[in-house]
């Protein structure tokens, strides 16, 4: 191997080595400031984030990875400090049904004691709804998901072939968005659309959560459910409160 080429792979190997340690840095740096800004906002050390309002706060969904969602403690602690900030509706979802499996029972045991205060959202869901404090809590799960739009779908199609029996013709089925949300509260599966979304899981994305209710959702990635914060979930809150939403075309849209 020549020395000229030695030298450049070196030289290449050099940028790389800095690029990468740079880029460590700066995440190092930013995890360091988003942990002190967090810990200072618990404390109430930054009054700016003690200011917000949630009137634009109608419903939050919480998404969790089915892995931590079997960390009971962590998942109670989470109800707990969003009961205390003054959220009213909270929706949790992981795609497995381990937080509906696991709360089902204590569920139905509130349910029984306070019926009249549940949030009758859809058939099957209207058992899984149980109040915590002043706060509504629903559970779903992937099942809930597509299985819910093939079962609507298919509750579509028997409505619409039971309605034009023994009518001739080659007209095609054409089912409007009304349709659809009709079909999904009528199969259990339907409910609000979330205001906001926060996903605690290892990727950014919304784990399989029932796309028909997020059509204006904001989503916020949250990190793992092991390293939650309470001072991420009201700066969270904060941004929410800050960001632009077109009202007129989402009422519309209803």
């Not at 859809?122 to 779903?140: F, P, Q, R, S």
């Amino acid at each position: 191997m020549s020395r000229p080429s030695v030298i450049v792979k070196l030289t290449l190997a050099l940028l790389w080595f800095i690029v990468h340690l740079a880029i460590s840095l700066f995440s190092l740096w930013s995890h360091l400031i988003y942990n002190t800004e967090c810990y200072l906002i618990s404390f109430g050390l930054i009054p700016k984030y003690g200011k917000f309002k949630l009137d634009r706060l109608k419903y939050l969904a919480v998404v969790v990875d089915s892995r931590e969602a079997k960390n009971i403690a962590k998942i109670k602690q989470l109800l707990c400090w969003l009961s205390n900030i003054g959220v009213k509706y909270v929706c949790l979802y992981d795609i497995d049904g381990v937080l509906k499996k696991t709360f089902s029972p204590a569920m139905n045991g509130i349910r029984e004691k306070n019926s009249g205060n549940c949030l009758d959202v859809g058939a099957n869901i209207k058992a899984l709804t149980c109040c915590h404090k002043d706060m509504t809590v629903e559970y779903i799960s992937g099942s809930d998901g597509k299985e819910g739009i093939a079962k609507a779908a298919s509750l579509l199609c028997k409505t619409y072939v039971n309605h034009n029996r023994g009518v001739c013709g080659d007209d095609e089925m054409v089912f409007t968005e009304t349709d659809m949300s009709g079909a999904l509260k009528a199969i259990g599966c339907g409910g609000p659309e979330p205001d906001l979304l926060l996903v605690y899981g290892p990727v950014r994305c919304h784990l399989g959560f029932p796309a028909w209710r997020l059509r204006y959702t904001e989503i916020m990635h949250m990190g793992p459910l092991s390293s939650m914060k309470y001072g991420a979930i009201v700066k969270a809150f904060y941004n929410f409160s800050k960001k632009y939403q077109n009202f007129a075309i989402r009422d519309h849209a209803s």
